[in-house]
């Protein structure tokens, strides 16, 4: 398949226009968001919503991300990411298979539903993580465009998926919360260096591949401005596949827990890598999509 978003393949990193739609579904008044709601995902590439879950679902899906924590050894090991240079886990992947509460949260109309209609398609979970960043030890993710990665190393052929942080735990202006640059969606900053061979091993605990040109994130952030989105337990943050994004460390003693599920079109499923030989596994880029078909109702009547 043509390219039409190459990265890593010259000596200067571009700034290239977005060649896909944000919101691929017609909004019509029996849709998930409001008109106005869509119309801000559109224009500035992310969406907050608050009090999405009710607190007996919130508590809920707090006990078991915390039994994964506790119990790490129940837990495939490859899913497993610690800190860089530590032993605290920074991300624990494909917890919709290894969780039950994981996979009903996945599978949910308030979060699926949204997927399909800003997506225009049936959806399928890419990719499923639980982001942890420990009190004292949690490090910084790095600015960064999800869907350059999955580009180049994991063959997703267009900007047709999204991001949907649940927050667990209280995201304030102190742990680390996620940061993006609002509006840079629109935009394709390609990065320079060749990517290694298995990249994945050390990019999930520090990026050096895929990483954007310090100053062509200066003049997006001069002219865009950063946004760091809070909220409490139960807010779900929506973004969009290319949106510039990253969050800085944890030095505070309250730990930052955040549920993402990355949501792709079902026609958007992933081909040969656009810049490497060989596709990172199955729990970080699932090849063989199952379409998910949205659940009503609470958490707390499955689970319970």
Known sequence: MYDIYPSRRQAESRLLPRL???IHGEWTPDCPLSRHQAEQFDRDGYLVLEDVFSPEEMVCLQKEAGAMLGDPASLAPDTIITEPGGTEIRSIFEIHVQNRAMARLAADERLAGVARFL?????????????????????EFFWHSDFETWHVEDGMPRMRALSMSVLLSENTQHNGPLMLIPGSHRHYLTCVGETPED??????????????????????AHELGIVAPLGKPGT??????NVMHGSNGNITPFPRANVFLVYNALSNRLQAPFGVDTPRPDFIATREPIPIAPVSGSLIEELT
């Open 199 to 220: 990249h994945y091993k050390s990019s999930l605990k520090k990026q050096e591949y895929g990483v954007p040109d310090e100053q062509r994130l200066t003049e997006l």
């Open 20 to 22: 896909d739609p944000v």
């Open 119 to 139: 997506l225009g398609d049936e959806v399928y979970l890419h990719q499923s993580r639980l982001n942890y960043k420990p009190g004292f030890a949690g490090k």
């Open 236 to 241: 779900m943050i929506i973004f969009d596949c």
